[in-house]
């Protein structure tokens, strides 16, 4: 397999927040004086329905949380005062690299055409990469969502090949996601790397990689016989 572009997942796969989600939703329920009627996998479940260009990412989170409001109960109000309470306690400047993510960028970048492709609103993601500096190392960024539908669609792997001048035999797509990364890079053409994997978990379809770490990235493992 010959790779000449990697294209990165961003959240939970290159980076992850210093606050805990679970953290900052419990604060925002207690701001508001609600007892809690979801949690963070019940968020991020529903997240991607609400995603729209256009849209910041605090619309969209309060949409989703009034639509969940609704569901459980509560009216939307309710959940709209939870999402402004979360936005309010969330630091997207607070974030730090996951293991080997800093390490795998030096080593690939210059030999490697890298870029992200990330589900998430332009503001709020750029200023992660803007606090540890992910910009430097890549060339293409493409906010899925905003710039071309939402992950697993295959248009902003796509668009991100197309901005690189890559093509997808010769490509790989690392993220952590089963649901949008490995089937979106499959559809795209890519390769596909999983990471971090669960070696417990058979997924369809099939990574071409799995990894608990980036750190074998750094040894080009595409390279193998």
């Known amino acids: 397999m010959t790779i000449d572009t990697l294209l990165f997942d ?25 007892d809690s009627f979801f949690d963070i996998p019940a968020y991020h479940a529903r997240y991607d329905e609400f995603l729209e260009a256009g849209l910041s990412v605090d619309d969209q989170r309060a949409n989703c949380f009034a639509a969940i ?9 309710t959940g709209r005062a939870v999402a402004a309470a979360f936005a309010e306690i969330r630091d997207h400047s607070r974030v730090r690299f996951l293991p080997g993510a800093s390490e795998t960028l030096e080593a690939l970048t210059g030999e490697h055409a890298l870029g992200i492709v990330t589900n998430g609103a332009p503001e709020m993601q750029r200023e992660k990469m803007t606090a540890l500096g992910v910009e430097r190392y890549v060339d293409s960024v493409v906010f899925a969502g905003h710039d071309a ?61 799995a990894f608990e770490t980036l750190h074998p990235l750094k040894e080009r493992p595409w390279l193998e016989p």
Do not use: C, I
Not at 12 to 31: G, H, I, K, M, N
Not at 69 to 77: L, S, T, V
Not at 169 to 193: C, F, M, Q
């Open 69 to 77: 409001a609704r569901e459980n109960g509560y009216d939307e109000d």
């Open 149 to 209: 539908p939402a992950k697993p669609n295959p248009e902003p792997f796509e668009r991100a090949l197309s901005e690189l001048d890559a093509t997808p035999e010769r490509a790989l797509h690392v993220g952590n996601s089963l649901d949008t990364d490995v089937p979106g890079a499959k559809a795209a053409g890519l390769g596909a790397v999983w990471v971090p994997a669960d070696p417990d978990e058979m997924p369809d379809p099939t990574p071409d990689f």
């Open 10 to 34: 961003l959240d939970d796969t290159l980076l992850e927040y210093e606050q805990r989600s679970w953290d900052v939703l419990a604060a925002s329920f207690d701001r508001v004086g609600v």
